[in-house]
């Protein structure tokens, strides 16, 4: 997705200030054209991982774990988007997305606990696509799930009594977690669609 914009940026600058198109519909008719394998991709991957790991049994629980999956494609996407729009060199976006993304991974609640992360670092904590994925495939897969000896908290088998959503802040549910990827990814097109607009403006 970074390698979308910087190769075609001087050919829809031209375009756009010639008034051949808008901003819109060219922005619009990439993102529709590249919608069945936004929608194909994570949910192929997800039914093969899901069945092969055993995960929370129950059709439910699988079509919440594929609409996670493409929640977090699609948002990672918005994001690989804003990247791609802010830089013409491509080789220079390529090399600068690791700097980029790894702060909203590090702090996603995976590698560090988020009781850990101090106030000043929160911001990246907030915004992170990770994040708000993680805990919706945690909630997704412990929450009711008898096949877990150590949901409850008590020592079964040598389990120590780990309780994986334990490190989940309270009133972050599936659906809070499922609606802040949603308005994350809604928010990411939206901005990529501004950049673009205002690159198409400042363009001479």
Do not use: H
């Not at 050919?11 to 936004?38: C, D, H, Q, T």
């Not at 994570?42 to 055993?54: D, E, K, L, N």
């Not at 090399?95 to 106030?119: E, K, N, Q």
């Amino acid at each position: 997705m970074i390698l979308i914009f910087p190769d075609e940026r001087p050919v829809f600058l031209r375009e756009v200030n010639n008034n051949m198109y808008n901003v819109g519909p060219y922005f619009w008719a990439k993102i529709i054209s590249e919608l069945p394998f936004a929608l194909l991709t994570p949910s192929i991957f997800g039914a093969i991982v899901y069945f092969t790991v055993a995960l929370n049994p129950g059709i439910d629980r699988f079509l919440l774990f594929l609409a996670t999956l493409i929640l977090i494609y699609n948002a990672s996407s918005g994001y690989s988007l804003i990247i791609s729009a802010s830089f013409s060199d491509k080789q220079l976006a390529v090399t600068l997305t690791p700097v980029l993304i790894i702060p909203f991974m590090l702090f996603a609640g995976f590698f560090v606990s988020a009781s850990s992360i101090p106030w000043f670092l929160k911001e990246f904590e907030y915004l992170s696509i990770f994040k708000y994925g993680y805990q919706a495939l945690l909630l997704n897969q412990f929450t009711d799930n008898s096949n877990f000896p150590c949901s409850d908290g008590i020592d079964y088998n040598g389990c120590n009594g780990t309780n994986p959503l334990s490190q989940i802040s309270e009133g972050e549910t599936l659906i809070f977690n499922l609606a802040c990827l949603a308005g994350l990814y809604f928010v990411c097109y939206m901005f990529s669609w501004l950049l673009l607009w205002k690159l198409s403006k400042s363009y001479d």
